[in-house]
């Protein structure tokens, strides 16, 4: 069964910096393009940054570039998000998404289990 | 970036119910468009992928047209399990995008 579970959100002031992982099972991850998005307490949903199967590609949201970096370790199964320069607006559930397939420009099938992140003084 | 819009905004529906609501964008997206469910408290869930295709698992009540701009999603006949809110979402152009969501609660 595929399973993803995001882990490392907490309260952080303004900002500051907090690392987030997403650990994989019951795939292999290196042969797939994975995804973070988030969601605001009671909104929808925001695509944040991509990644592809072997990290030569990656995009991101204009919102979060130049503070946040995606990046992955294939060998331990794991997708990660470090996020600088917190501000407020980044409060959000955050959510790791596998893509069906290893290029960017492609469908996500399965969702993980978020962890919140909330950035206040 | 593309703007996705969705219609109506929320509904009210009986066990039963046929219910349609539709996605729009902003530019033509050929038929990169998928379709999430989304319950209280839980991930989001893929149902549709380009436009139509049926993700595995999920109950063939659901079902997803349209190509270019606009977009449909279909449940047949409404199910519990099915009050949820609805996401589109564009996979053609980067910055990936959402629509604001259809929430579907019992009448």
């Known amino acids: 069964e595929v399973q993803l579970a995001a882990s490392g959100g907490g309260l952080v002031q303004p900002g500051r910096s907090l690392r987030l992982s997403c650990a994989a099972s019951?795939?292999?991850?290196?042969?797939?393009?994975m995804h973070w998005v988030r969601q605001p307490p009671g909104k929808g949903l925001e695509w944040v940054a991509g990644?592809?199967?072997?990290?030569?590609?990656?995009v991101y949201a204009d919102s979060v570039k130049g503070r946040f970096t995606i990046s992955r370790d294939n060998a331990k199964n794991s997708l990660y998000l470090q996020m600088n320069s917190l501000k407020t607006d980044d409060t959000a559930l955050y959510y790791c998404?596998?893509?069906?397939?290893?290029?960017?420009?492609?469908?996500?099938?399965?969702w993980g289990r978020g962890t919140l992140v909330t950035v206040s003084s | 970036d593309i703007q996705m819009t969705q219609s109506p905004s929320s509904l009210s529906a009986s066990v039963g119910d046929r219910v349609t609501f539709t996605c729009r964008a902003s530019?033509?997206?050929?038929?990169?468009l998928a379709w999430f469910q989304q319950k209280p408290g839980r991930a989001p869930k893929s149902l549709i992928y380009?436009?139509?295709s049926l993700q595995s698992g999920v109950p063939s009540r659901f079902s997803g047209s349209g190509s270019g701009t606009d977009f449909t999603l279909t449940i047949s006949s409404l199910q519990p399990e099915d009050f949820a809110t609805y996401y589109c979402?564009?996979?053609?152009?980067?910055?990936?995008?959402f629509g604001p969501g259809t929430k579907v609660d019992i009448k």
């Open positions: 998404a596998k893509a069906y397939c290893s290029s960017l420009n492609c469908h996500f099938d399965y």
């Open positions: 019951g795939f292999t991850l290196d042969d797939r393009a």
């Open positions: 990644i592809s199967w072997i990290g030569d590609r990656i």
């Open positions: 530019q033509g997206i050929t038929n990169y």
């Open positions: 380009a436009a139509s």
């Open positions: 979402q564009q996979y053609d152009t980067y910055p990936f995008t």
